[in-house]
């Protein structure tokens, strides 16, 4: 496998882990997850975050989700831009005067 192949291969899998955690993966998926995150600690690391939130989210009221959640046709509303590892949410950026 080149390079490039396995950098994608690792971003199709890291893609998934948000629906591991949830059990959203089939047994196939969930096979070769497993075995990738034998040998990938930043995609271990990763899961090790997102499962205390998957927890959450199983506990959460889902009226009182609803009425944080904007209205789809709430015009200021944007997705956010993605953030990669590293980055600083915009947030955390100091904005110039």
């Known amino acids: 496998m080149t390079r490039g192949a396995a950098v994608r291969d690792h971003c199709n899998l890291r893609v998934s882990l948000g629906a591991y955690v949830l059990d ?5 998926e969930r096979e070769v997850l497993d075995a990738h995150l034998r040998d990938c600690s930043p995609c271990r690391m ?6 205390p ?3 959450l989210l199983g506990r959460a009221d889902p009226a009182l989700v609803e009425a944080l959640l904007p209205h789809p046709d709430d015009p200021t509303w944007t997705v956010p831009e ?3 590892e590293g980055q600083p949410a915009a947030r955390d950026v100091p904005r110039s005067r």
């Open 53 to 55: 939130v998957a927890r």
């Open 82 to 84: 993605p953030r990669h």
């Open 24 to 28: 959203g993966v089939d047994a196939r």
């Open 46 to 51: 990763e899961v090790a975050t997102l499962t």
